[in-house]
């Protein structure tokens, strides 16, 4: 067996060990009975939807008036505006902390370390309640405020985590040509760690778009706030069903979108020119060496 043989089993076995025939035919077999179940439950699903009338044009009929379509669309473009604003701010506010983090002076290390694990402990929903409600914020301000402290915390670890990761040679070889310790970061570390992270950025921030939603239990009105007045006025029974049909797959729609972008973004940069090793062609045969 050749050492590339070698290295190849290793290479394929490192994380888990290549399952058998028995296994194969095992792991097939909790697909098809995986598969059974979902589609079970999702008979039954629509079962209990068709049995308690929710597909009847009646209870379909008001989502085409103009008047709650606009308020759809108004509470959507709340949702996306508190989303902008969060997403912002929690990337900048993850970059000031991580920045704190790996500050070589210990009390700004010791503030941002102690920033950082109270607002990731702290539940984003007692967060907003507080400043919503103690401080007496206004509802959007309150809203983004709250998922900045507790995103842009969990922001910061990812950066420190990219940063961290960074070969120890790119740093030794910035200070070898004279960079200052902001270049070496600004210049050569943070670009390589963010573009390392992205995918996972990107991820936080599908988390930041979900947790918008708890903005109508301040009265801010977004997207399942205007839901629920919608319902609140229907004139039939289960109206809820009907409203949470149309804000769900709006909702995981836009999360879907903001997934794909994040393996787009992975894939996109595993392909990139600037990102990849660069071949060099093997010595052939008689090659003359210089001043020889």
Excluded at 54 to 70: L, N, R
Aim: charged share 15%.
């Amino acid at each position: 067996m050749t050492a590339h043989a070698l290295h190849g089993d290793t290479q394929s076995t490192a994380l888990y060990d290549i399952p058998g025939p028995r296994a194969r035919r095992r792991h097939f077999l909790y697909g098809i009975a995986s598969t059974v179940l979902i589609l079970a439950l999702l008979g039954w699903l629509l079962h209990l939807l068709f049995d308690t009338d929710q597909f009847t044009a009646g209870k379909w009929s008001p989502f085409t008036y103009a008047g709650i379509q606009e308020l759809l669309l108004k509470g959507l473009g709340n949702t996306l505006k508190a989303f902008a604003y969060a997403s912002v701010l929690s990337l900048l506010l993850g970059a000031l902390l991580a920045a704190g983090r790996l500050s070589v002076h210990r009390p700004v290390r010791w503030l941002a370390t102690l920033l950082v694990e109270f607002f990731r402990a702290m539940p984003v929903l007692v967060m907003i309640f507080f400043i919503f409600v103690a401080l007496k914020v206004q509802p959007l301000p309150a809203l983004v405020a709250g998922l900045t402290l507790y995103n842009g915390s969990v922001l910061a670890e990812v950066f420190r985590t990219g940063v961290d990761a960074v070969d120890r040679g790119q740093r030794e070889a910035a200070y070898a040509l004279g960079m200052r310790k902001t270049q070496v970061m600004t210049y050569v570390l943070a670009p390589q760690g963010v573009r390392a992270m992205l995918p996972t950025i990107i991820s936080q921030l599908v988390v930041a778009l979900k947790d918008t939603s708890l903005g109508y239990l301040i009265t801010y009105e977004e997207f399942l706030h205007a839901g629920k007045l919608i319902a609140s006025n229907l004139d039939y029974d289960l109206p809820f069903i009907p409203v949470v049909m149309i804000i769900s797959p709006v909702y995981i729609g836009m999360c879907m979108l903001l997934s794909w972008f994040a393996t787009w973004v992975a894939r996109r940069e595993r392909g990139n020119v600037k990102t990849s090793a660069v071949e060099v062609a093997p010595a052939e045969p008689g090659t003359v060496l210089p001043g020889r």
